[in-house]
């Protein structure tokens, strides 16, 4: 079986994507002994997989799955996008990027954004990009506990629910990441 190390110290992101990696062994930073904090200075989510990948990498040698994602806003000409985790400061909780959020748009009408994933695979020593997202609308009021970040602020295009309410296996086919984590398994899958 292949092993790949998951470069996140999200516990939400990390049980997400094991979920959709059912056929590879996954590895925590913890099962790596990696316990430093990766920084994210780059303004594009391609150059943040990267960096973190690339970080845990040269610390373990193994293959090494890393995530950058973010929601882009229409009405806030895109934001928060790289800075999603962050948005309200360095250490903010998501129920503090989530007001934050719902403060800059108390006054828009525009209420379309977008959720973007994109996985930086470093697989038997090369660099592979997988991209996904997933476009709705934000809604006033946060509803439902199943995700993390703005999943309870967040309806998917065709849907009624908020991320936060819907099951995860429908999460599971229709988010930025599942549809990026998609695209990394045919690569995966192809390469055995």
């Not at 936060?164 to 390469?191: C, E, G, V, Y």
């Amino acid at each position: 079986m292949n092993e790949i190390v998951l470069a996140s110290a999200n516990k939400k992101k990390i049980a997400e994507l094991k979920d959709l990696l059912k056929d590879v062994s996954v590895l925590s930073l913890n099962d790596i002994g990696f316990h430093q904090e990766i920084e994210e200075p780059f303004f594009t989510f391609n150059e943040n997989a990267f960096q973190k990948a690339n970080t845990i990498h040269q610390f373990c040698g193994k293959n090494v799955l890393a995530d950058d994602s973010g929601i882009c806003i229409q009405a806030l000409d895109n934001a928060p996008g790289v800075l999603s985790s962050r948005f309200a400061g360095h250490g903010a909780t998501d129920q503090d990027n989530l007001d934050k959020v719902l403060f800059q748009l108390k006054d828009k009408t525009d209420r379309r954004a977008y959720y973007k994933a994109v996985l930086c695979l470093i697989w038997n020593g090369a660099v592979h990009y997988f991209e996904g997202d997933c476009h709705g609308i934000l809604i006033d009021t946060p509803i439902g506990t199943n995700g993390f970040g703005y999943d309870p602020i967040f309806v998917p295009d065709g849907y009624t629910e908020s991320f936060a309410q819907l099951d995860s296996s429908i999460k599971q086919q229709i988010s930025h990441r599942a549809k990026a984590m998609q695209q990394l398994l045919h690569f995966i899958n192809s390469t055995q």
